[in-house]
């Protein structure tokens, strides 16, 4: 990591490896078909962002087909927190995110059960 800060200000990764998920379940059940051995399976892309020290923040990205919210990681320098707030309120701005923020909850299973 300390290598790659001497030539990037930010590194910029997936915020998770599903979209989001029903709010009752503990982790996806499943990723890209593949039914997950652990949690841990759903969030490694964060936790080894964790254990590098560097601050590290999930922001809204998008939307999925739908309509849950997608995210990306935004990881910057040791003690660079300042950095990152400006960053992340930059791209939401560029974006329009920061208009449709909070994200409102939609209620209904997903992807939608069909009616017969």
Known sequence: MVEFFETYDLLVTPGAVTP??????????????????????????????????????????????YGRPVGLQLVGRPRSEA?????????????GLDRLLPIDPKSGAVPPIAES
Do not use: H, W
């Open 20 to 65: 989001a998920f029903d709010v009752n379940l503990r982790n996806a059940p499943t990723i890209g078909g593949q039914k997950l051995n652990n949690y841990m399976g759903g969030s490694t892309i964060t936790a080894v962002i964790t254990i590098s020290a560097c601050p590290a923040m999930a922001i809204p990205c998008g939307f999925d087909q």
């Open 83 to 95: 950095a990152l707030f400006q960053a992340a309120s930059l791209f939401e701005r560029v974006t």
